[in-house]
């Protein structure tokens, strides 16, 4: 079984920073895709960003381009989301995500098979 923890999470004001960190343990997740969704108050789970098993491909949602970016540490079997120019509208509970195979970069929730518990995260203008 994969349990996933985020951390990092928090109050940040607009035009700050944040880092999210995710850390997996009960398997090695080299082969998985990694992602983040977040979930804002009375609306869906959306995503946010994928990196594929090795990283050499991500994918991020429009909104985040630009400022936020995914990583990975195979060796740690960790990943991270570096949130840079945050926006009150990046208020949301964020959550960490797996899949396999690792080499596709889908945008849909569903087909991740495992998640964190979320972490929230809240911007104040």
């Known amino acids: 079984q994969v349990q996933l923890v985020e951390s990092g999470g928090g109050l940040v004001q607009a035009g700050g920073s944040l880092r999210l960190s995710c850390a997996a343990s009960?398997?090695?997740?080299?082969?998985?895709?990694m992602g983040w969704f977040r979930q804002a108050p009375g609306k869906e789970r959306e995503f946010v960003a994928a990196?594929?098993?090795?990283?050499?491909?991500?994918n991020y949602a429009d909104s985040v381009k630009g400022r936020f970016t995914i990583s990975r540490d195979n060796a740690e079997n960790t990943q991270a989301l570096q949130m840079n120019s945050v926006k009150p509208e990046d208020t949301a509970v964020y959550y960490c995500?797996?899949?396999?195979?690792?080499?596709?970069?889908?945008?849909?929730?569903?087909?991740?098979?495992?998640w964190g518990q979320g972490t929230q995260v809240t911007v104040s203008s």
């Open positions: 995500a797996v899949r396999f195979p690792g080499h596709e970069l889908p945008t849909t929730p569903d087909v991740y098979q495992y």
């Open positions: 990196i594929s098993w090795n990283g050499g491909k991500t």
């Open positions: 009960g398997r090695t997740l080299s082969a998985y895709t």
